[in-house]
């Protein structure tokens, strides 16, 4: 099983609404993950860290699901620069992070 | 500002050339990272350093060849690359990245011709 995956998308989201998407991860003893932000031809920009069951910032709710081993990611009220692709990063073997193809988003006007 | 400078952002190599990439981190980390980015790729694992010390070779092509002279910089010395080489070239840093993540630079994108 891959350290993490993530159906690619694209995700095509019309401007306001809500669009939620998940990755599972292979490594039942992380702790801690994170949902970083990547624009076309740009480097990753942490968007997100999540430790316990979820976390809330704005917009953007992340929800992490032990058992099944899940994370979501809801963005409400989707803005054109909401635009991008959200990485899920769980951490991976000796003190680094595994990242996954990640889940394209496209708001549409 | 991401605290994490790369140079140069662009870079045009012909593959009998021999040419580096340079990232300097400004953040105190004692750990820094490169990864490869193909286009519709996941980024790729290439060196990692510890305290100035490689600790991870993702078994990359010796025609890459990193350098860390101290914690706070990072070099990748390229030669005789290949077009199939072409890709972004991040570089990242970390204290302590189970807990606080990755901070990367704005990245080299390289062109092989």
């Known amino acids: 099983r891959k350290e993490v995956e993530q159906d690619p998308g694209p995700f095509n989201v019309p401007e306001g609404a809500t669009v939620a998407f998940n990755c599972t991860y292979s490594n039942s003893a992380s702790q801690s993950f994170f949902w970083y932000r990547q624009d076309c031809r740009k480097e990753p920009k942490l968007l997100m860290s999540?430790?316990?069951s979820g976390n809330e910032d704005g917009r953007f709710t992340a929800q992490l699901n032990r058992a099944s081993q899940y994370i979501s990611l809801l963005i409400r009220d989707s803005k054109l620069s909401d635009s991008a692709t959200y990485l899920c990063?769980?951490?991976?073997?000796?003190?680094?992070?595994?990242f996954g193809k990640g889940n394209q988003v496209v708001v549409i006007p | 500002e991401t605290g994490v400078t790369q140079t140069p952002r662009h870079l045009v190599m012909g593959m009998t050339n021999k040419k580096s990439l340079k990232c300097e981190q400004h953040l105190g980390h004692n750990a820094m990272y490169w990864y490869k980015q193909s286009a519709k790729k996941p980024l790729e694992l290439m060196f990692v350093?510890?305290?100035?010390?490689?600790?991870e070779n993702n078994s990359v092509p010796s025609r890459f060849s990193p350098e860390c002279p101290n914690s706070s910089h990072l070099f990748l010395h390229l030669h005789t690359l290949q077009p199939e080489d072409s890709a972004l070239y991040l570089c990242?840093?970390?204290?302590?990245?189970?807990?606080?993540?990755?901070?990367f630079g704005s990245g080299t994108r390289l062109t092989v011709v």
């Open positions: 990063v769980p951490p991976y073997g000796n003190n680094r992070l595994a």
């Open positions: 990242a840093s970390s204290q302590d990245p189970i807990n606080y993540g990755y901070t």
């Open positions: 999540v430790y316990s």
């Open positions: 350093y510890n305290f100035k010390e490689q600790t």
